[in-house]
Every structure is written in structure tokens, then in C-alpha cells.
């Protein structure tokens, strides 16, 4: 390989010349700027990258956070993947790179700590949910004035960027389509409220109710976790409900499927006995048996949007501007709910 | 935030001995080291590590290669999120971070720029497949000694790292199964021969039928890339052969699900009327309608022991040593077998 030295030697200027043109930090005379370039590309000489970030005071990255839970295949859910991939393909026209961060179920939420140690010029953060010590992270860290953006999880009194789905109106719709059904008594299997998501379709769900003047009943509202297992799991318990139900509309696919599952064990057929709807799209979703109806997210442009958020924040000399950005949803008819 | 030289006055030592002491170069005595330390935490200096990584001359920095294919959501494909998910659980372990890197599918193939540019200490490269050019690539990357592995591709003849499956002996698993399920006339459905994937999986279907004394029959064997879109279009040419075949047996679920959905809308029952198996064990397999009997593959596991090679490497003086690992597949079955 060949060095600084050699590609000064043969431009016939100094090396601090080839480090600034290479680094391209101030004035240079536009043919001496040729004369390096032309004898780096004879020698093949490539800058260290991390040298020339340093001295710009730039790492090149963009740190996306995810939440590790060891022995749990996190890439696989549907929801991280296409999220990625949506910054993935963003940044490939770019020139940073994306440097994958593991956030601990346990340890201390020091988000500020990857732009200290000059890891990341800007951080994506995925999975978040709403505990005191998850809104102080993330409040101690607009404190330092770094660009950073969460996706899918919003902390509406603060003023944190983020990009959404339009959760509320998604669920509104989904279940104001079950009604058309001829649905009236629906029961709602939603995920962990520490969500903006799962207050979100909540709120729908009461919503379209309202507005079809269904009255409000507790015995139809469940909880799970957002696995399959965990829809599986509270089947059971939403089995005791019939014959006195007429759909089940779960938060998200998995537990939709879960759901579907512990009704075909039980001899109900999803979609004939029972309607079941599901949210999210998911790959799953238009494989499932029956197929499942659900709500689209659009997160793979939820990730393409944080990350063309930061990038624009990266010229500005100002403090990052705040985004607070909801992308539509759209409902997706399956057989699940049709009864054919 | 603090620098350096406030925690060399607060400790009473040179700014030198700081860096030597941040950045673990040189031999330290013990009490001037945890004075250093005690002055850092005190003052809540965080030394950067970009600095940190180039004075050691490291990057910190695994790297992910993917293929880069617009407006495919790559992440979404179980496969390269199950391989992302190994080797990440094993870097979480680690002080290294995991960078994702994107070839272009048209543009030069030159990996070893990431190691000159000082991006990565280690390469993990997935998604490559066999051509001329790839191989030359390779094989560059090879002379110069750096740490890199190839996960589930193999160059047979070369000193090439990689973690694979046994695909040879899972597809001849999956044969001889559904020749004991009493088909005789297997159609089978590859994906491209540039992967050695492909190769591995046409050799253990030709093993299989010879074991059992089953003629070779060209008529049977059909090509598609993988997805799901080509699984249900070689189905419409695969409806031709009925009802002189058995069973349908393709390379990949994504393939499998698109030719029983093609089947189904030809009134044709996959696991009733004609035997469906795929490979892999993906998410979706196990939701399929019917339910896909499959080959279980350990990408997770897979991704865990190419990161763990390339670890293990970053210790040692020495060039690379080379692994050529397979691990172990498992036969699944479903009911798209039978005939229930």
C-alpha cells in the first residue's frame, strides 16, 4: 500500500497538501488539487477514512439503536427489518454509514455516551417506549443539541423528533370496517401501553365505537405482548367470550396469527366463525390462513425519513430543528374478515 | 464537557500520560493509571474513540456486507435478518460495533477499499454468489491478509473462510423423506446456480433419487431466483407435468408459497392433491396455508460463528487462519406433506 509521502513525492507538493486535499479542508488552488488526485489514483492510495473524519470532527455514521433482548432473533420481526431497510437505502445515496447500536434491557440509557465517544454524528432510535428513565435519556440527550430521531413511538408533551404512522386514524378505520361487517361487539387484543402505538389504536378503537354509537364494554379489551405466543395465550381467554363476539382485531399480526391459531385448534374458523383483523402488513399477514386483514404501516419510508431527517440536519450550523412527522396507514382486506 | 487537559491537571500527570492511559498504549504504572481514571469519571471526560481507534490503528468496526438492491426491502428477507441477528448478539458481547455496508449490484467489487480506508477490522460478506469478478474480488481481499468470511456461499477451490449449511445432506434429508411418503415423480424447483446454495441443494435431490433408484427425469427440474413472485410462475409451468407428479419441491419457502398459491387458484390442494415442500424454516413456513414442511437452517447460528471467526482473528499476530464451517440442517414437517 501506498502512503502520504509517496503520493506528495510524486505531485511534487508537501504532505500537508495531500492531507488537505484529501481531507478537503480549505483553499486550494484548483490544478494543485488535480496534481494530488492524479498521482493518489496512480498509486492507489486511499486516505484513512477515520483520520480524515477526525479531522473534521465527523465519525461518518449514524448510529441506529435497537433494543437487545439476548436469545431473541430481533431482525426478524418484520418491524425492525423493514425499518432498517428504509434507513439502509437512505444512507446508501449518502455518505455515512450505519453503525448498528445495541441499547440493554437493563443497563443505564445513556444515549449521549455514542456522540461523546465521537461514534455517531446522529442516532436513529428504535423500539422506545415511555418509562421515566427512557423520557430522561432522551431528554438529558436534545439537552446536547445532537441530531437525533425515534421512529414509531412519539413522547407528545416533548418536544423530541420523531417519524409515525397516523396510528390513531389506522385503527379508527379498522374497526369502523369491522362495524360495516356488521360487527358490533368487537373485542380489542392490544400490546403494552409504555407504546405510543398501543395508546394510539386504543384510541381508535374507541373512537369508531363512539361514532357508531357502540357502547363501551371492558370484558372485550385484552393485553399481550406483541409475540404470537401471547395472542395464542389470550385466545383462550377471549374464547370464553363466545358465542358473544362477533370479531377480534389484534394490534399487530403476530398476535393476530397467535390468535387465529388457538380458534383453529378449538375448532372456530377464523373469517367464517369469527372475524379476525391484524395491523401492521406484515410479510406474514398475506400468508397466514386464512390471509389476515390488517392496517399497512408504511415503515420502511418511516426509516427513510429519519434518516433523510438527519442528514439534512448534518450542514446546518444551527441546533437541530424539531420534526414531528405522522405517515399515513392504510387499511388491507383479507379473507379473515370476509366470510366467503 | 471535559477534555484532556483538565483530567491531566486534576490527576497531576502530562496530557500524554492521559491518551497513554485512555487509549491502553504503553506500559502504565498501575497507581498513575487509576489516578487517570478516577480524574476521567470525576470530571465525566469520555476520551473519543475515533481518536482512541486510529491511534491503535483499529476502527472499532465489523462490517455487514448486503447486497444493494433498490427497492427490494433487504431486510425483510428472513434470511439476511436472521444472519444480521447472529452476528449481532455475538458483537453485543464484544467491544466491537457492527457496521452495514452495501455492494452495488453494477458497480466495482472492491472490498478491500473499507480496510484501506481504516472503515473496518473485519468483513462479513453476505448474499455473494460465484462470478468471475466476485471470485478475482475475493481473492484480492484475500492477499492482503485481512480478517473477512463468507456466510452461507462457498468457492470450493478456494482458501476462502465461510460458515455454511449442510445443504448437501438437508436436501437429500427432504428427498429421501418424500420419496417414504410414496412420491416417486418429484418436481424440483432451484434457485440460480451462482450460489453455491443452489448446487448444494440439486446434488443432494439427485443423491436422494439414485439412493432410492429413481430414474433422472429433466423434465422436472425448474429454475426460478428465489422469490416468491418466481415460485408462483414456474408453478404455472409445473401445472403442466399434473397429474403426472407427486410433489412439488423448491429451494426456498418464499418459492414454495408462491407455487401453492399458484396451485390453489388452479383448485389444485397442496398437501392433498400434490405433496409442496420448501427450505429454510422461515417465519412465513410456519404460517402458510397449508403449513410448509421445510429444511430448518441455523442463519442465527450461522451469523454467531462468523462473527465469533473474526474475533477470535483481531488477538493474533499472525494472518488470518481459515475456517470452512457447515453446520447442521433439520427436516421439518407440515402438513403441504401429508395428506391429511
Known amino acids: 500500500m501506498s502512503n502520504r509521502k509517496q503520493v506528495a513525492q510524486l505531485a511534487g507538493v ?19 488539487r488535480q496534481k494530488v488526485l492524479d498521482a493518489a489514483k496512480q498509486l492507489d492510495y486511499y486516505p484513512n ?62 444515549y449521549s455516551r455514542w456522540f461523546k465517544t465521537g461514534k455517531v454524528d446522529g442516532l436513529i432510535i428504535l423500539g422506545s417506549s415511555d418509562s421515566q428513565e427512557e423520557r430522561n435519556a432522551l431528554l438529558q440527550l436534545a439537552d446536547h443539541h445532537v441530531p437525533f430521531c425515534l421512529v414509531n413511538q412519539r413522547y407528545d408533551e416533548e418536544k423530541l423528533s420523531y ?71 389470550q385466545a383462550e381467554l377471549i374464547l370464553k367470550l363466545l358465542p358473544k363476539l362477533d370479531a377480534v382485531y389484534a394490534a399487530n399480526d403476530r398476535m393476530a396469527i397467535g390468535v387465529m391459531q388457538t380458534l383453529k385448534q378449538a375448532g372456530i374458523r377464523p373469517g367464517h366463525d369469527l372475524l379476525v383483523a391484524g395491523y401492521d402488513n406484515s410479510d406474514a399477514s398475506s400468508v397466514s390462513d386464512p390471509p389476515l386483514t390488517t ?12 434518516a433523510k431527517y438527519l442528514l439534512r440536519q448534518f450542514g446546518c450550523k444551527e441546533q437541530p430543528e424539531i420534526i414531528q412527522l405522522k405517515l399515513d396507514t392504510k387499511l388491507i382486506i383479507r379473507a379473515s374478515t370476509t366470510k366467503n
Open 14 to 32: 508537501s504532505e500537508a497538501t495531500v492531507s488537505r486535499v484529501m481531507n478537503g479542508i480549505g483553499p486550494i488552488k484548483e490544478s494543485t
Open 49 to 110: 477514512d477515520v483520520a480524515r473524519r477526525f479531522a473534521k470532527k465527523q465519525s461518518g455514521n449514524i448510529g441506529v439503536v435497537l433494543p437487545f433482548v439476548p436469545k431473541v432473533n430481533l431482525f426478524s420481526t418484520f418491524y425492525f427489518s423493514e425499518i432498517l431497510s428504509g434507513i439502509g437505502e437512505m444512507l446508501h445515496e449518502s455518505e455515512y454509514d450505519l453503525l448498528l447500536l445495541f441499547r440493554d434491557a437493563d443497563g443505564p440509557k445513556d
Open 163 to 233: 417519524v409515525d404512522g397516523e396510528h390513531v386514524s389506522g385503527s379508527r378505520e379498522m374497526t369502523a370496517y369491522l362495524i360495516q361487517q356488521g360487527c358490533r361487539r368487537i373485542a380489542f387484543l392490544n400490546g403494552p401501553l409504555a407504546y405510543s402505538n398501543s395508546r394510539d389504536r386504543l384510541l381508535g378503537y374507541r373512537q369508531a365505537l363512539e361514532e357508531h354509537g357502540i357502547e363501551w364494554n371492558d370484558q372485550y379489551l385484552f393485553y399481550g405482548n406483541y409475540s404470537r405466543k401471547s395472542g395464542a395465550q
Open 295 to 306: 392496517v399497512h404501516v408504511p415503515f420502511h419510508l418511516m426509516g427513510r425519513e429519519a
